[in-house]
């Protein structure tokens, strides 16, 4: 069965640092969204991504994030200089349209910044 | 702004009886919900929809019911097994925006089913 993958599963980085968050999305997928979910917190929004470019994204996603998808399979998020508070599980998803369809989660990326 | 609301942080129930979790939304906007299990260190996984032009979806144990003029939803497992133990995300469809339909999440139910 197709899924959604990620690596790395955990990322240890220093304050300030960039930090990039690999996905590798279901093939044949036109949707791409990234969540994140802060320990003990609900699963939130960061960014949707169709067709090349941002469809949407929420107020946690300013300046210091970026999404990319380089080439026909990885679609990743770039933190530029990461901050206490961006220690989160980072959640990949894709599907094929945007509604009527569930989107399917990748495992996670747990990213710790000391 | 909790657009999307489980206010039962746990529940514990008994192998072979049933489960329900709540789901309370605000924004009568949202007009597809989800269920998610979520086990500890796994991404979410999808388990149940529906649509708001439906009030009930069943699949095999799992029965999401749907109040619209309440704006409730609630997922019904039926015998609950051990292996239902999980964490439980409540998710809406929200429609605005872009057209790419992000989720909307609860903060979740754990569930543990007691052998």
């Known amino acids: 069965e197709p899924e959604v993958t990620q690596t790395p599963s955990h990322q240890v980085t220093q304050m300030g640092q960039e930090v990039i968050l690999r996905c590798v999305p279901i093939?044949?997928?036109?949707?791409f969204y990234w969540y994140r979910q802060i320990l003990g917190q609900k699963v939130e929004f960061l960014v949707s991504?169709?067709?090349?470019?941002?469809?949407?994204k929420s107020e946690i996603f300013d300046d210091q994030f970026s999404v990319e998808r380089p080439d026909g399979s990885n679609f990743t998020l770039k933190i530029r200089s990461t901050k206490l508070e961006d220690s989160a599980m980072y959640f990949c998803?894709?599907?094929?349209?945007?509604?009527?369809?569930?989107?399917?989660f990748g495992p996670g990326t747990r990213l710790t910044v000391l | 702004d909790q657009q999307v609301k489980q206010n039962s942080p746990s529940l514990s129930v008994q192998e072979g009886r049933i489960s329900i979790l709540n789901c309370d939304y605000t924004?009568?906007?949202?007009?597809?919900f989800l269920w998610y299990k979520k086990y500890p260190a796994e991404g979410p996984t999808f388990l149940i929809s529906?649509?708001?032009?439906?009030d009930k979806n069943e699949d095999g144990r799992f029965t999401v019911f749907l109040n619209k003029s309440a704006k409730h939803l609630s997922l019904h497992i039926v015998p609950s097994q051990p292996g239902d133990s999980a964490v439980y995300f409540c998710?809406?469809?929200?429609?605005?925006?872009?057209?790419?339909?992000?989720?909307?999440f609860g903060t979740g139910t754990r569930l543990k089913v007691l052998a």
């Open positions: 998803a894709s599907c094929f349209e945007g509604h009527y369809n569930e989107q399917f």
């Open positions: 998710a809406a469809s929200d429609p605005t925006g872009s057209g790419t339909y992000k989720y909307i």
């Open positions: 924004n009568s906007m949202f007009d597809y």
């Open positions: 093939s044949n997928h036109l949707y």
């Open positions: 991504f169709y067709n090349n470019e941002i469809s949407e």
């Open positions: 529906i649509s708001s032009i439906k």
